[in-house]
């Protein structure tokens, strides 16, 4: 390889190396940002779960529909997370094989399509500016179906965290803390619609929850892999410029001996 040709290499190395830790600094940035809206979104939970337990709902009907909402990566080199994903909800839809399957993401559902029998395609999340918007599409999805504060409906979300894929029941819902002490809340809705408004509020903080923390293991995954990218890279750099140097140190002295070489037929001509 010509010192020429190592330059050029060396050059789409860096440039290659630049475009890497453009990625790792913004993975590291969505990090902060989602840990931050994680946190509040979980203090949010906890305070409509408290004023369900204010409100003493009566108790949910039979359910009669089981709906299952898998969340997965949109955008790559985030290590398999999508691949993991789509295990385990194959593996969960042979044990229900009569619930409803709707994939949050083009990429997660291209790997489950084939390996399932009936699913439906909902679009995915690539970042958490467009976390709102992709929740009420679901939502809306949802609801087409049926209200959801009938209890008739349990809703089931399977989403990635550290500890691998995790499911969490979101509808009928969870057990409800302790009434808060005092007095009723006053209301000015009748206790129906109350609890229908709080049932969609309660499924639209829940889906944000789950997004935000799929999203931020997405992100964690994909900083180690930007990581790793650098590393390679830089070790490959280093091994280019050893070689480059290398070569550049034995065509010096190819040179050197070529002009000693000179200098002694000189010396040698008569005068």
Not at 123 to 139: F, K, Y
Not at 163 to 171: A, D, K, M, Q, S
Not at 244 to 258: G, M, W
């Amino acid at each position: 390889m010509s010192g020429a040709t190592v330059r050029e290499h060396l050059r789409l190395l860096e440039a290659l190396r630049k475009i890497v830790a453009a990625m790792r600094t913004l993975a590291y940035a969505e990090i902060q940002r989602l840990t931050r809206i994680a946190a509040a979104q979980a203090q949010a939970q906890q305070v409509l779960l408290q004023a369900f337990a204010d409100l003493s709902p009566e108790p949910a009907g039979p359910v009669r529909r089981v709906v299952w909402l898998a969340i997965g990566a949109e955008r790559g080199f985030c290590g398999g997370f999508n691949e993991r994903m789509a295990d385990a909800l194959v593996t969960r839809a042979g044990l229900e094989p009569q619930s409803a399957w709707r994939v949050a993401g083009d990429r997660l559902g291209q790997r489950v399509e084939p390996r399932l029998a009936s699913v439906t395609l909902l679009p995915g999340c690539s970042a958490a500016d467009e976390g709102a918007e992709r929740v009420d599409e679901w939502i809306a999805h949802l609801l087409q179906d049926g209200p959801l504060s009938d209890g008739a409906l349990q809703l089931n979300v399977l989403y990635q965290t550290e500890h691998g894929p995790v499911e969490w029941r979101l509808l009928p819902l969870p057990d409800l803390p302790p009434r808060t002490r005092g007095p009723a809340p006053l209301r000015q809705l009748p206790d129906e619609v109350l609890v229908s408004k709080l049932t969609v509020e309660w499924l639209r903080i829940g889906l944000l929850g789950a997004l935000f923390q799929s999203l931020l293991q997405e992100n964690r995954w994909r900083l180690a892999q930007m990581q790793r990218a650098q590393d390679h890279l830089d070790e490959a750099g280093e091994k280019l410029r050893r070689s480059y140097f290398r070569q550049r140190q034995n065509d010096i002295t190819s040179e050197l001996a070529i002009l000693m070489s000179s200098l002694n037929i000189l010396g040698d001509e008569p005068a």
